[in-house]
């Protein structure tokens, strides 16, 4: 079974500031890894998908890496912005299509 | 507009009751999964569904029931055997294992 780690737990930053969360897994043989913002009291939203055969995506101030090998996905956010701040979950699946697994999260405060 | 539908957003249950959470989806998604989020636990997974008439145990199937009888809808009952229900619980679906997961709003269930 997928482990997957999120570190920091939680992280305040100024606002402008650039960061990075940090996701680990166990199994190499990862398929999919999803990054996910969640709101407080609120479903999740998706916010990056790398496929199996992908090393990073792009959307927008956001960019997520993955390295298989080293069982490390990362998320950059660039110049954070007070409505940045929410709760930011990573996710990974095997191509058992079982279902994903999740990290405890990283709970995100941008001051302004 | 495709989606995922939860209802209700809020449901409190009596020791001793059944309850059943619905999960819909116009998104022609094949899969569907139920989840449960307690503070501090991340998400864990109850049940899933890969095709009609067919559903698998997740992590913490104990004192959940589930049924596929249509695409669209994956409701699930939360019995008298679990004896923790309260929690925030999450449906998700997806259309196969080349593509991301999509999240309903929640369903926050509390016994009183």
């Known amino acids: 079974k997928q482990e997957v780690t999120q570190i920091p737990a939680a992280l305040s930053v100024p606002e402008g500031e650039n960061l990075v969360l940090n996701c680990s897994f166990t199994?190499?043989?990862?398929?999919?890894l999803q990054w996910f913002r969640q709101d407080p009291g609120k479903g999740l939203t998706s916010l990056l998908l790398i496929q199996s055969s992908q090393r990073e995506q792009t959307s927008g101030r956001l960019n997520a890496s993955l390295d298989k090998s080293s069982g490390r996905s990362t998320l950059y956010i660039a110049a954070s912005q007070p409505g940045d701040s929410a709760t930011y979950l990573c996710?990974?699946?095997?191509?058992?299509?079982?279902?994903?697994?999740f990290g405890k999260g990283t709970s995100l405060l941008v001051t302004p | 507009d495709g989606g995922i539908t939860q209802s209700p957003k809020y449901l409190f249950r009596k020791e001793g009751q059944n309850v059943t959470l619905s999960c819909e989806q116009n998104l022609n998604h094949d899969a569907m999964y139920w989840y449960r989020q307690d503070p501090g636990q991340g998400l864990r997974l109850i049940y899933y569904?890969?095709?009609?008439?067919?559903?698998q145990k997740g992590d913490i199937a104990e004192g959940y029931s589930v049924s596929r009888e249509k695409k669209e809808s994956f409701p699930l009952t939360v019995t008298s055997a679990q004896k923790n229900p309260t929690a925030f619980y999450l449906c998700a679906t997806r259309t196969d294992l080349s593509y991301g997961y999509t999240f309903g709003s929640g369903t926050r269930l509390t016994v009183v």
């Open positions: 996710a990974g699946d095997s191509n058992s299509g079982y279902a994903l697994n």
């Open positions: 569904s890969q095709i009609v008439n067919d559903f």
């Open positions: 199994d190499s043989a990862i398929y999919n």
